[in-house]
């Protein structure tokens, strides 16, 4: 280690230590860890064997016994008192934790060769057990509440997962080298096994899936035992107060341990409190691989039957030869195939506690009965692997000749079928991929790298680590990486490796472009700025997402619409015409062929439908505006001017000239009307369009009696659309305010055309259309919008008065 690196981890726990317990920092006196009242009930410290059938020392590696890095920090020094504002803007766990990117680089660099692995991973263990230990004694003095402790423990969980992982490397590592070197799986030769201890060691020598699964056994058993004392359940002894019995419940008659269930009648309350705790404490102390301690707590709780119930299981090993002369003593359980078939009745009754039924479960080999009490996918995996070495050794056993009666015959609930690793896996890995979903340890560091990856600007290694994050968290991040591409070659390069890593590009893609349009977003019935702004032009550009992957365009579609419905409220009708110019013109068939070449139907489903119609709509509203301002601009701006007339005293020239101007006037006038009346009728058509759109109005949407289709069906394109339409709460409100804008609003540019070029028959039946209940246009009108359109009705039926007609437009006779 560096001396700077050194300087800041010593730093760090020196700046903690001072603040929160070295003497002259507070009051606070954490006990002794020699103090008997501070240790947890039961504790030994004995050393970890494992559960291994054939009782051998543990095939874990222990950890590397270097000195800590920190030996006198933590210790008897004595340190000022520092401020705890100080720790405010420090964690001192990811601080003391960083020595180890250069301590992993010079453990890597010093072990270059091959045959060095075992060493290499024998270190890598070892700093992180140190590391585990620093941060443990950091913990232990940190107050709960402190927002950097929070990180720390966090920190500490990490660590603590990536020591036990290189413990497991390591220890499987050592199994196979000295496999290759020792050639163990090859026929033993010698005497045949004599004894149940002597068939299974015959076993673990020649199967290798048998000691690797131990290896697992004793891997998960030393990990619990580390962990031991926090994650301790509760203390065994009772509370020593006895309290009166209260009540007319009838209690068990008999002191007998199998009362309860014999007479079905439950122990005093102080009682079953104290049963249910020793329960727990046992099994922790099973579960960790500490037998022995499990039978001394029992011992200690005066329950001497259960300590011998929990030897049974051990194996038989008569060493003495046929002299009897000499005598070597017998170890295990001569009658072990009755103990195992009590203990799975044992296991299997559910009128036992939970915790009870465990831990004969895990002796015996009762699968379920230990998966009951398992919260972790460390649990599970010790649970199955604990099964499968059980039904491994009990088919050995089963098929040996060294018994002297005949086996009491298996249980008939007894798995047929052993397990395998393969299938362990299989098994596991629902509960692996709950606990990881429930952990955001692993996800935490993943989304550290993705962030970053995204600031260095490194696409490939965003891409990569990305596709390792949970599926939930992959849309949202490379969304979040692609939002501020705005160069076409790179949004194509970032999304063809999007593709290659395997991501949803088509979720990311309608993910960015939404984001992109509701960022910034302000209300825009309230919107005053008419002219289109630059935060427009960015959401515009970001339709581009959805238009490189033609199976996108009805997404393209909704998500165009969407904009073009903001903008529209907003009265930003240039704006939208710049979106809508960015729309393919054929969409529309594009998104009908991929349709069909998806279904084989060229019908699309009820929501694609309304998609293209919103479209179509939108696209018939701005061809009706365009074609107003076309008549606009001809009927106001390019009438032709008439010339003007000779004074009276003009001579003879300049009254031809005058002749001349006013035929070419009059010829221009002609003209000029001719293209009036064509204009005025390509106007008066699309603002009808408008109008009058089929099959429900403009902006209505179409089979609305098939809206609610069962979300359950197996038409996955119409699940996605359901699921698309439903990120538009605000889409039909509106809709509805859009209509209310402009439905008026073109009725008044078609009253304002018709009344203008004089067609005042034509303006008056406008009253029919907007009165209508087959077009219901009047809905769409508020009463300051329906007075003017009558206003304007009224000077139109006057000037049909002048002109001696009735108020209809009729001739009067």
């Known amino acids: 280690m560096s ?103 010079n453990i890597m660099v010093a072990n270059p060769s091959e045959s060095q692995v075992w060493q290499e991973l024998e270190q890598y263990q070892g700093v992180c057990a140190q590391q585990v230990e620093s941060l443990a004694k950091l913990l232990r003095k940190a107050p709960r509440h402190h927002a950097n402790f929070t990180r720390t423990q966090q920190v500490y969980q990490q660590l603590l997962s990536e020591r036990n992982t290189w413990r497991l490397l390591g220890s499987l590592y050592m199994e196979r080298m000295g496999e290759e070197e020792n050639n163990r799986d090859s026929p033993m030769s010698g005497e045949e096994p004599t004894t149940d201890l002597t068939v299974v060691s015959r076993l673990y020598d020649t199967n290798r899936t ?84 499990a039978e001394e707590l029992c011992v200690k709780a005066g329950h001497h039957w259960r300590a011998a119930t929990l030897e049974g299981w051990k194996l038989h090993h008569d060493p003495n030869p046929l002299n009897p002369s000499q005598r070597n003593p017998i170890s295990g359980n001569p009658y072990r195939d009755v103990w195992k078939a009590v203990a799975w009745r044992a296991a299997s009754d559910e009128r036992l506690p939970q915790y009870e039924r465990a831990i004969y479960g895990a002796l015996c080999g009762h699968l379920q009965a230990v998966l009951g009490v398992c919260h972790e996918w460390q649990d599970v995996l010790w649970a199955y692997s604990r099964t499968m070495v059980d039904q491994w050794v009990e088919e050995q056993l089963r ?28 098994a596991l890995r629902p509960e692996v991929q709950q606990q990881r979903h429930n952990n955001p340890g692993c996800k935490n560091i993943l989304e550290a790298c993705v962030k970053e990856s995204i600031e260095r600007g490194d696409v490939e290694q965003v891409a990569w680590y990305t596709s390792v994050l949970p599926v939930w968290l992959q849309v949202e991040w490379y969304a979040r990486f692609l939002h501020n591409i705005s160069d076409d070659h790179h949004r194509r390069h970032a999304l063809q490796l999007a593709a290659t890593v395997g991501l949803d590009t088509r979720a990311i893609t309608s993910t960015v472009v939404t984001n992109i349009r509701l960022s910034g977003s302000r209300d825009p019935e309230n919107e005053v700025v008419s002219e ?17 992957d033609p199976k996108q365009r009805v997404e393209a579609l909704r998500q165009a619409n969407a904009l073009l419905r903001t903008l529209l409220i907003s009265r930003k009708i240039g704006t939208a015409k710049i979106l809508f110019k960015k729309i393919p013109s054929d969409s529309v068939n594009v998104i009908i062929q991929e349709h069909e070449t998806e279904t084989g139907s060229r019908d699309l489903t009820t929501q694609s439908d309304n998609i293209v119609r919103e479209y179509l709509c939108i696209r018939t509203f701005l061809d009706a505006q365009d074609s107003f301002t076309d008549w606009f601009d001809h009927y106001h701006q390019k009438r032709p001017q008439p010339p003007k007339k000779p004074t009276a005293g003009s001579n003879f020239s300049q009254q031809v000239a005058y002749e001349q101007a006013e035929q070419q006037h009059n010829g221009e006038l002609d003209r000029w009307k001719h293209t009036l009346s064509l204009i005025t009728k390509t106007a008066c058509d699309r603002l009808y369009n408008v109008l009058l759109f089929p099959e429900g109005g403009w ?38 305010v859009l209509r209310s804008i402009y439905i008026p609003q073109v009725t008044s540019l078609l009253q304002n055309i018709l009344h203008s070029t004089e067609n005042y028959k034509e303006s008056v039946r406008l009253a029919d259309i ?6 219901q246009l009047y809905k769409a ?15 139109t039926s006057r000037e049909l008065l002048d002109r001696n007609c009735d108020a209809l437009g009729y001739p009067l006779q």
């Not at 008939?412 to 393969?422: A, C, G, T, Y």
């Not at 902006?699 to 609305?704: A, F, N, W």
């Not at 907007?770 to 077009?775: D, F, K």
């Not at 009108?781 to 000077?795: A, D, N, P, V």
């Open 399 to 426: 098929g040996a000749a060294t018994h002297l009666r005949p086996l009491h015959p298996l249980p008939k609930d007894f798995p047929e079928e052993k397990l395998s690793m393969k299938a362990l896996f299989e």
């Open 770 to 775: 907007i009165a209508s209940e087959q077009h």
């Open 781 to 795: 009108f508020g009463s300051c919008e329906l007075q003017r359109f009558l206003i304007k009705l009224q000077e």
């Open 210 to 293: 048998i000691r690797e699964a131990q290896i697992v056994i004793d891997w998960l058993e030393k990990n619990a035992a580390d962990d031991f004392d926090r994650k301790f359940y509760d203390r065994s002894e009772s509370s020593g107060v006895s309290i009166p019995f209260r009540g007319t419940r009838s209690l068990v008659t008999s002191l007998d341990p199998d009362a309860p269930v014999r007479q079905g009648k439950p122990l005093h309350d102080l009682d079953h409190e104290d049963e249910m705790r020793l329960m727990r404490c046992v099994f922790v102390y099973v579960r960790s691989g500490q037998v022995a301690a």
């Open 699 to 736: 902006l209505v949407d179409s089979g609305l009696e098939d809206q609610d289709v069962d979300t359950s069906a197996k038409d996955t394109s119409s699940s996605r659309e359901l699921r698309l339409d439903n990120q538009e709460p605000d889409r039909a409100q509106q809709m509805s």
């Open 3 to 105: 001396g700077v690196q050194n300087a800041l981890l010593e730093d760090s726990l020196a700046r903690l230590d001072a603040a929160l317990g070295s003497p002259g920092g507070g009051n606070e006196n954490p006990k002794s860890p020699e103090d008997p009242t501070n240790r947890k009930q039961g504790w030994t410290g004995c050393h970890i064997n494992g559960m291994s059938m054939i009782d051998s020392p543990s095939m874990i590696m222990e950890e590397v016994t270097a000195p800590p890095i920190h030996a006198t920090l933590l210790g008897d020094a004595t340190l000022d008192m520092t401020s705890a504002a100080l720790l405010a803007d420090d964690d001192p766990g990811v601080r003391a934790t960083q020595v180890l990117f250069s301590e992993f680089i």
């Open 532 to 548: 289109t702004t630059g935060d427009d032009r960015v959401k515009i550009s970001a339709i581009d997402w959805l238009l490189y």
